[in-house]
């Protein structure tokens, strides 16, 4: 009578041996993608195999492009960093826009808003201004009423948020200039996600390069 193990706690111990086997066997296959990925990294090249240099370098190149995009994409944001309106003051004047090229090694565009007065204010974004660029030319001796503020708190280039013609034309409406200012002040946003998705090729080449490797540890 007390020799017998009950049923019950015969399953117990099937169960719970099943559920070590199975710890086991996860850990142990983690353990071998751990030392899989630290060989296609870092070598030695004996045990990845031919067009090691190449899987080192893919795999090199998308931890560092998944490491780098967000501290890309901050710095692009920076220069659109500071108050908005109504914080920051507004600039309203009439003028016209001066494009023009910045010298150098690569021609980079650039506009500079030019008032009454002479003062000329350096304007952030140049390219995509087409449609003032073309109203200008169709009209060489009339003005434009421009709207907008400095970026970095007054330290930083003009944001035009508002430009019409002498003759009534909205050339920047209100609420595209936000949407893109709100898009260019975030530093994860769909440019991020694009640069994320980019990778998704060479990760998936990597991690299969990583298995080849790992199914030959141990064998």
Not at 54 to 70: A, D, E, N, R, V
Not at 175 to 192: C, G, W, Y
Request: glycine share 8%.
């Amino acid at each position: 009578m007390f020799g017998r193990t009950s049923p019950h706690y015969e399953s117990k111990d099937v169960i719970k041996n099943g559920r070590n086997l199975i710890l086991k066997f996860q850990r142990e296959n983690c353990k071998k993608w751990k030392i899989a990925f630290w060989l296609v990294l870092h070598g030695p090249a004996s045990s990845v195999g031919t067009g090691f240099k190449w899987k080192q370098s893919l795999l090199s190149l998308s931890i560092g492009w998944m490491i780098y995009s967000p501290l890309l994409t901050f710095y692009h944001s920076l220069p659109y960093r500071g108050a908005i309106p109504p914080e920051a003051p507004l600039v309203k004047s009439t003028g016209r826009i001066i494009f023009g090229f910045e010298p150098g090694l690569k021609s980079t565009p650039l506009a500079r808003f030019v008032v009454d007065t002479g003062k000329g204010l350096k304007l952030q974004d140049p390219s995509g201004l087409e449609t003032i660029s073309e109203w200008q030319n169709q009209n060489p001796s009339s003005e434009i009423y421009v709207e907008g503020f400095l970026l970095r708190d007054g330290s930083g280039l003009l944001w035009m948020t508002y430009v019409a013609g002498a003759d009534g034309k909205i050339l920047l409406n209100r609420t595209e200039q936000v949407r893109e200012l709100k898009l260019a002040r975030d530093p994860f946003n769909s440019v991020l996600l694009w640069m994320y998705i980019t990778s998704v090729p060479m990760w998936l080449i990597s991690i299969n390069n990583v298995r080849k490797v790992k199914n030959l540890i141990g064998a």
